[in-house]
């Protein structure tokens, strides 16, 4: 009687053990995905909360010296106003941090003001959480319209005197249809 009891028990507390697993498997399987979105969320509001800082890095760079910084860019990258855009890289991170051996500091920030505290990866980039560097683009003709040309559209925005951009989450912005999930200030 003793035994059949003590036999019945353990069967029970297996199929509780049973029920228990598959509900955390359950839990899991549902959390994943949540903290997966939770994640992408926080990449989104981390691209965007440095895309206005670098903004706001060039117009107190503008509000300073009364004009644009270019970066020290040279060749085909020298237009600031390069239609689909030029990439937070080089000596321009730099610059807006007021870091960087002469000639880069000297020449564009020779007061060495720290306009950006956003941090560089070890090449020198400012990089969005999907690691491309961040796009700029600026009304370096002061004619009041910038016109964003991106392979086959193109887009002239008007009174706008500077647009920063992350590629976002797919990495691409050659298109209308990967522009769309970029993070932006405009
Ligand atoms: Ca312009
Ligand atoms: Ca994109």
Redesign the pocket.
């Known amino acids: 009687m003793q035994c059949h009891t003590t036999h019945s028990r353990r069967a029970f507390t297996l199929i509780e053990l049973l029920v228990v697993i598959a509900i955390i498997a359950i839990l899991v399987a549902l959390l994943i995905p949540a903290v997966s979105r939770a994640r992408s969320a926080s990449k989104r509001t981390r691209a965007q909360h440095e895309v206005m800082q670098i903004v706001t890095a060039f117009k107190a760079y503008f509000d300073e010296y009364d004009s644009w910084p270019t970066g020290l860019v040279s060749g085909d990258d020298a237009d600031p106003e390069g239609k689909p855009g030029l990439e937070m890289k080089e000596n321009m991170p730099k610059m807006l941090r007021g870091e960087g051996d002469p000639p880069v500091a000297l020449t564009e920030n020779p007061k060495r003001y720290p306009f950006l505290d956003v941090p560089v990866d070890k090449d020198g980039s400012i990089v969005d959480p999907w690691g491309h560097p961040y796009k700029y683009m600026m009304d370096f003709d002061k004619d009041g319209i910038l016109e964003l040309q991106v392979d086959q559209f193109s887009t002239n925005l008007a009174n706008v005197d500077v647009v920063v951009w992350?590629?976002?989450?797919?990495?691409?912005?050659n298109n209308r249809a990967?522009?769309?999930?970029?993070p932006k200030n405009w």
């Open positions: 992350s590629r976002g989450r797919d990495g691409a912005d990967t522009f769309v999930d970029n």
